[in-house]
């Protein structure tokens, strides 16, 4: 069964460095997404990526966040200059049509040092 | 460091009984709503999906209950196993399928 996978599964950084987390959506999707999760804590939106650009984003996404599309099958987030506050579970999720059904990989454990 | 979490409601059931969860949402404009479980260090993995227009879809040994009076959102489940234990989350979704995801709620299944 096609999955969607993350990579790396653990990341460690110093506050201030730049870190790209990455993502390999199911083929035959469309609409992409990242989420974030803080330990213990509800899923929360990041952003939403269709046709090569951002559909919406949550005020969590500011100009430190970006994402790509830089080939045909990754997806990746980009933090800037990474802040305490960024450490939590990032995950990545696809869907062919945009709609409910939401495939979500494994995610990356972000820890900002 | 990371911060504390926050404590998260529990639902203890004995296997082979049903469990009910529930879920209270804010937004009554969404278009569909959903249930995720979430097992120790996996992802939210997808169970079932209601849309707005609905007040009762059944999958297999689910049912989703949609009350739009007092936005309200239950998810039943049949027979619980071992398997079942998980966190569930509800979450509301809109037609880009931007996901607002619920606080949770751990199921734990006593044998």
């Known amino acids: 069964e096609p999955e969607v996978t993350q990579t790396p599964s653990h990341q460690v950084t110093q506050m201030g460095q730049e870190v790209i987390l990455r993502c390999v959506p199911i083929s035959n999707h469309l609409y992409f997404y990242w989420y974030r999760q803080i330990l213990g804590q509800k899923v929360e939106f990041l952003v939403s990526f269709y046709n090569n650009e951002i559909s919406e984003k949550s005020e969590i996404f500011d100009d430190q966040f970006s994402v790509e599309r830089p080939d045909g099958s990754n997806f990746t987030l980009k933090i800037r200059s990474t802040k305490l506050e960024d450490s939590a579970m990032y995950f990545c999720a696809s869907t062919r049509t945009g709609g409910n059904e939401q495939f979500f990989g494994p995610g990356t454990r972000l820890t900002v040092l | 460091g990371e911060s504390v979490g926050l404590h998260l409601p529990t639902l203890s059931v004995q296997e082979g009984d049903n469990s009910i969860i529930n879920c209270a949402y804010s937004n009554s404009a969404s278009d569909y709503f959903i249930w995720y479980k979430q097992e120790s260090g996996k992802g939210p993995q997808f169970i079932i999906d209601i849309r707005s227009n609905m007040d009762k879809r059944q999958g297999q040994r689910v049912t989703v209950l949609l009350n739009k009076t007092v936005k309200h959102l239950s998810l039943q489940i049949a027979a619980t196993q071992p398997g079942d234990s998980a966190v569930y989350f509800c979450?509301?979704?809109?037609?880009?399928?931007?996901?607002?995801f619920g606080a949770g709620t751990q199921v734990v299944v006593t044998p």
């Open positions: 979450a509301e979704g809109d037609s880009w399928g931007k996901l607002q």
